[in-house]
Nanobody, 121 residues
Framework: QVQLVESGGGLVQAGGSLRLSCEAS????????MGWFRQAPGKEREFVASRSWSGVNTYYADFVKGRFTISRDNAKNTVYLQMNSLKPEDTGVYYCAAQRSVTPDKPYNYWGQGTQVTVSS
């Protein structure tokens, strides 16, 4: 099993920045990729960004390209999501997830509890 714990959410004004962190513990050797997802009120959960532990493969949703950056610190088993130029539509619960498969389209296997991000206009 892998445990994921997110932190760093909060309230920020439009145009501001936040950095989310996700620390993985447990059988982390089984993880190939870490990802971030978000869910806005009344909407389905959507993909935000992902990065393989090796850093070779990185993907972003179109709506965050140029604003968000996913990075990782392998020594700390931690992945980060730097969010800049935040917009009110970025508001939602952000979830960290871990994937064992090398295929990006496969379901993620482990999920964190989520952290709330609220962007005020």
């Amino acid at each position: 099993q892998v445990q994921l714990v997110e932190s760093g959410g909060g309230l920020v004004q439009a145009g501001g920045s936040l950095r989310l962190s996700c620390e993985a513990s447990g059988r982390t050797f089984s993880i190939y990729r870490m990802g971030w997802f978000r869910q806005a009120p009344g909407k389905e959960r959507e993909f935000v960004a992902s990065r393989s532990w090796s850093g070779v493969n990185t993907y972003y949703a179109d709506f965050v390209k140029g604003r968000f950056t996913i990075s990782r610190d392998n020594a700390k088993n931690t992945v980060y999501l730097q969010m800049n130029s935040l917009k009110p539509e970025d508001t939602g619960v952000y979830y960290c997830a871990a994937q064992r498969s090398v295929t990006p389209d496969k379901p993620y296997n482990y999920w964190g509890q989520g952290t709330q991000v609220t962007v005020s206009s």
